[in-house]
C-alpha cells in the first residue's frame, strides 16, 4: 500500500515542483512596420513584466520599463516594440535612439515565471538589417 501510494504521489510531487520551474525564452530583434521589435524564438513571451536594453559592451541601459506598482502586472503582449510604454509601465530609462553597429542585449521578465534575452545589432548597406547576436555568457560561478 504505501509502495502503491509513493508511486502515485512521487509523479506528482515532482510535475508540482517542475511547473514552478523559470524557463529562459530566447528572444530575437526585428523590424515590423519599421519599428525595432522584440519576439520569442522558442514560444511566445506573452504579457511582460519587466524589460529592459543595455548597450553589450558597457552594460549602460538605453531603456527600462517595469510593471508601476511592481505587482506583476502585464505591459504588454507579442511583439514588444522598443521605446513603447505600456499604460501600467513605470519608464526606469527613456529610450535612447539605438545606434548603427552598436551591439545591444535585451532581457526581463514575462508571464508564467519566464526570463527572455537576447542581442542584436543594427546594420546598414542598402537597407537598415538587424543581426541576432549571441549572448555574453553571464560568468556565474558555483
Not at 524564438?41 to 536594453?53: A, D, N, P, Q
Not at 548597450?55 to 505591459?75: H, I, M, P, Y
Request: glycine share 10%; with cysteine.
Amino acid at each position: 500500500m504505501i509502495a502503491r501510494t509513493a508511486a502515485v504521489l512521487l509523479p506528482v510531487a515532482l510535475a508540482t515542483a517542475l511547473s514552478g520551474c523559470s524557463m529562459l525564452t530566447t528572444v530575437q530583434a526585428r523590424f515590423i512596420d519599421a519599428r525595432v521589435a522584440f519576439v520569442g524564438v522558442e514560444r511566445e513571451l506573452g504579457c511582460i513584466y519587466s524589460i529592459e536594453v543595455r548597450e553589450q559592451a558597457t552594460g549602460n541601459l538605453v531603456w527600462q520599463l517595469e510593471d508601476e506598482f511592481s505587482n506583476r502586472k502585464c505591459l504588454g503582449d507579442d511583439p514588444h516594440f522598443y521605446g513603447k510604454a505600456h499604460r501600467q509601465a513605470r519608464t526606469v530609462v527613456v529610450p535612447a535612439k539605438l545606434r548603427l553597429g552598436m551591439a545591444y542585449e535585451v532581457n526581463g521578465t514575462a508571464e508564467g515565471s519566464n526570463y527572455f534575452g537576447g542581442a542584436f545589432r543594427i546594420t546598414r548597406d542598402t537597407l537598415y538589417r538587424i543581426e541576432d547576436l549571441p549572448l555574453k555568457p553571464l560568468g556565474l560561478t558555483g
